[in-house]
């Protein structure tokens, strides 16, 4: 039996993110960093006798990983990808209308997008 994988290691600003690959650096919260001063270190994963894994659930047609949300990276690049948007926002979303009744929805929905320009200057 293959023995689990470690995680990849910290990188960028306050090790917020995993390294990806030699030059790319991601984590939620703070995107992806590619060939960054932060990444720098990134390189020394090369130099390591086990492999590691970052990110989250496997994405894209070149064996990628989840990076942050929306983003799927593997060791060379990073690409946009749907799945890997974070599920969570959709969830709050749809909590926000349980248990209300149609005319409340409705609202709720004018009261979000309601908000385009607070600060508008009329002439």
Same mark, same amino acid.
């Given at each position: 039996?293959? #023995? ?6 910290? /990188? ?12 790319? /650096? /991601?984590? !939620? ?9 932060? =990444?720098?270190? $990134?390189?020394? !994963?090369?130099?390591?006798? =086990?492999? $590691?894994? #970052?990110?989250?659930?496997? $994405? ?5 990983? /989840? #990076?942050?949300?929306?983003?799927? $990276? ?5 690409? =946009? ?5 974070? !599920? !969570?926002?959709?969830?709050?979303? =749809? ?29």
């Amino acid at each position: 039996m293959d #023995a689990p994988l470690r995680k990849c290691m910290p /990188c960028g600003p306050g090790d917020r993110g995993r390294c990806f690959g030699p030059s790319i /650096c /991601c984590g !939620e919260g703070l995107g992806c960093l590619l060939g960054s001063p932060e =990444t720098a270190h $990134c390189v020394e !994963e090369n130099y390591l006798l =086990t492999a $590691c894994q #970052a990110g989250g659930r496997p $994405c894209g047609s070149e064996g990628g990983r /989840c #990076a942050a949300s929306g983003l799927c $990276c593997d060791a060379e690049s990073c690409t =946009t990808d749907q799945s890997c948007l974070i !599920e !969570e926002e959709g969830d709050d979303q =749809t909590s926000l209308f349980e248990g209300s009744d149609p005319g409340d929805i409705i609202l709720r929905l004018l009261h979000l997008g309601g908000h385009t320009s607070p600060h508008r200057v009329h002439p």
